[in-house]
């Protein structure tokens, strides 16, 4: 096998997402969506929280796929798809043809689905916290910042690039650590794989992924 073929997902790239940022105000913890105002950037934010929380509850008691279920209806309202695969691809996104912009986005809602699944498979006294109030970046977008609070381990900073468009806000980017941009590192691979192989390769990469973090689930 080509070594361009293998997507090079670093351990940063799956779920350790964030965006910098830090916020004055003092932590605010979303146990209830609802309370969140709907017009408000942290309100898709609130929505993807609870429903990590409640598929990691289900630990050992659910399957994968049943975690896919409940996790995929809400990461597509939560997050921009489209808008996230097209900066990644970078600027030959415009240049595929519909079909094969199609083709890649079926196949990278179903690795980031699988993401998250994975990598929020269990539950043991975590907590997430949102800060109150969002910071603009320019160009439209804000930045929510959060935390994965963690029993007995240091938290894992979570803060998510919002954009508001004509469904609402929603997510076009998660950086760690402050700095580290998911969609950034998804650019330098996917190149790999487009030059290598073009739209075949990364569409077959991204499939490969899906099935190892599923431990089998087609990609």
Not at 128 to 155: C, H, K, M, W, Y
Request: charged share 15%.
């Amino acid at each position: 096998m080509n070594q361009h073929s293998v997507l090079v997902f670093r351990r940063r790239d799956l779920l350790s997402l964030a965006m910098a940022g830090a916020m004055a105000a003092a932590p605010w913890r979303p146990s209830l969506a609802a309370a969140v105002d709907n017009a408000s950037p942290l309100a898709p934010v609130a929505r993807l929280d609870d429903a990590l929380l409640a598929a990691m509850k289900t630990g050992a008691a659910s399957s994968f796929d049943q975690r896919y279920r409940m996790l995929a209806p809400v990461i597509d309202q939560v997050f921009d798809l489209n808008a996230v695969l097209a900066a990644s691809v970078g600027l030959s996104w415009a240049r595929l043809s519909v079909a094969q912009q199609a083709e890649l986005a079926a196949s990278f809602k179903r690795y980031t689905v699988a993401s998250y699944v994975s990598n929020f498979d269990s539950y043991n006294g975590q907590s997430f916290e949102i800060l109150p109030s969002a910071r603009q970046v320019g160009n439209g977008e804000v930045v929510v910042a959060t935390r994965l609070i963690r029993r007995n381990d240091s938290p894992v900073q979570l803060n998510y690039v919002m954009r508001q468009g004509a469904s609402g806000w929603r997510v076009v980017d998660v950086l760690t650590d402050g700095s580290i941009s998911r969609v950034a590192v998804q650019r330098s691979d996917f190149r790999q794989l487009l030059v290598s192989g073009g739209v075949p390769a990364l569409t077959a990469g991204l499939g490969r992924k899906v099935a190892s973090l599923s431990g089998g689930m087609a990609g």
